[in-house]
């Protein structure tokens, strides 16, 4: 609520769910019942387009009861814009416990059912803000089980998904794709570690011989300081916290969580639920309202380079 209190009508959005479940939190609420009707709707209210939704939204107390609700209000906006009724999808933070139990939700994340809603089987999280862009090649795995995740042909297609997504969303051709090593120092040479010589440069070269503007392996450690940064317009790391921890350290409020390789553009705020602040009116909206501006510049590069 307090995120479309500030944008008013500035980017017309809308919410899937039950009206009920947003009313008395700040602002009018106002069903609507097509997506066309948000840019009218915005500027006055919350357009929320209704689903059935059981029961009462009791701030940080998840309900398994509402988790059918929640799958089709998911379902629901990834086919608006798989079907174009929508120019992007920006999720929310679930609460993925509730969701197992109430609706034997199969998929560790959103990251996963979106994927298998478009219909693919590889899809690459990016966080992104305006003073960094990460990729992650792992993510939600033990850091011990990294070694052996990391395979040429994951990174190899990791690399080639963000490149061709920094081109077509990001309006970037040719992006400057810096890839971090896994190990300290990038492996020094094999003494702390042989996944640089092995895994990592053999991707590296033989992407550089394809024409993309790959650099690495680089030491993570020294990628990240403002004039590294400078160098390239992404980088593609190892492991989920040699990505976040950049990106958290520089923009933590700002950061997005954009989803590469769908058929559809799908961003979400870099946070979770925050069950412990719910309802108490100190959830900062600016993560939120950063994934709506970058869903409609995405969307709007887009359609740019489609029509080109």
Partial sequence: MRASERLGGRLPFF?????????????????IGAPEEAARVGARALPVL???????????????????????????????????????????????????????????GHTEFLAHLGGVDRVVMMLASDMLKVVPATIHIPLKDV??????ALLSDTIRITARAL??????????????????????????GREEIETIRPVVDSLRAEGLAVSGPHSGDTLFHAAARARYDVAVTMYHDQALIPIKTLDFAGGVN??????????????????????????DPTSFIAALEMAADMAATRGRVDAG
């Fill in 258 to 283: 954009v989803t590469l390789g769908l058929p559809f553009i799908r961003t979400s705020p870099d946070h979770g639920t925050a069950m412990d602040i719910a309802g108490r009116g100190l959830a």
């Fill in 50 to 108: 209704p689903i059935e939704i059981p029961g009462e939204a009791v701030p940080g107390e998840p309900n398994p009861a509402q988790a059918h609700g929640i799958v089709d209000a998911i379902t629901r906006g990834a086919a608006m814009a798989i079907e174009g009724k929508a120019s992007a999808l920006c999720t929310l933070p679930i609460h993925k416990k509730a969701l197992m139990d109430g609706a034997g939700f199969g998929f560790p």
């Fill in 15 to 31: 919410v899937i769910g039950a009206p009920r479940h947003f009313a008395g939190h700040g602002r009018r609420v106002e069903e």
């Fill in 147 to 152: 070694p052996g995740a990391l395979t040429r």
């Fill in 167 to 192: 081109d077509r969303d990001f309006g970037i051709e040719n992006a400057r794709i810096a890839v971090a090593g896994m190990n300290p120092h990038a492996g020094e040479g094999g003494a702390i």
